[in-house]
């Protein structure tokens, strides 16, 4: 495909983007912009986001991504709960890194994931984006868990994940979705150097 043709058809989807798709990028954006700055506001601008995106993955059989907006539902329900419920000593759920133990759960989660996603979408949907589609939910499914229970390392899956989303949503034509990604790779990056900061600081005060 040369230039013109990818321009066109760029054109083209631009033009397609829909009412939903936009207040749904909006309120994506502003919910990673709230988690960049461990900002309770993260959950409820994206519930908004993930209730309009479950809607729109079934419309361009990303079904795995439509599963996953139903778990981020219920995973920011549990993430607002966590950040918000303190412990005996008063204290809120702080920004750490992950343990060695930590670490192996996380990788024990990302397999079961993937290969039980590839295995419902190849055998019972129509998805021609099996592979593609199961390995960025069940690398979101797992940042998002680390995000719940504010680990740093949430950003690294969500950079790893926006990177694969960005072509994968652009061959779905959701061009303005790509962009959206194009933009939580941005926002990732700077997340993951904030809440670095924010630790080291923490560890300097106390």
């Not at 700077?190 to 924010?198: A, M, N, P, S, V």
């Amino acid at each position: 495909m040369d230039s013109g043709n990818i321009f066109d058809v760029l054109y083209q989807n631009i033009l397609n983007t829909t009412l939903l798709e936009i207040v749904a990028v909006f309120f994506g954006l502003l919910s990673v912009w709230y988690a960049k700055k461990a900002d309770i506001k993260v959950y409820p601008t994206g519930i908004i986001s993930v209730v309009i995106y479950f809607y729109i993955c079934i419309g361009v059989k990303l079904y795995a991504d439509m599963g996953i907006n139903f778990v981020y539902f219920v995973m920011s329900i549990y993430g607002w709960y966590a950040w918000t419920k303190k412990d005996k000593k008063e204290k809120i759920l702080p920004i750490s890194f992950c343990t060695k133990k930590e670490y192996f759960i996380n990788f024990i989660m990302f397999v079961f994931f993937l290969i039980t996603l590839i295995y419902i979408l190849k055998n019972y949907t129509d998805s021609n984006v099996p592979y593609w589609d199961s390995l960025t939910t069940a690398i979101f499914l797992v940042g998002m868990w680390l995000m719940a229970r504010k680990k740093v390392e949430n950003w690294i899956l969500w950079i790893i994940g926006d990177v694969i989303s960005i072509p994968l949503y652009f061959y779905k034509g959701l061009v303005l979705t790509s962009f959206q990604f194009s933009m939580f790779l941005i926002l990732a990056v700077l997340g993951y150097i904030e809440w670095k900061r924010k630790i080291k600081e923490a560890q300097e005060i106390a």
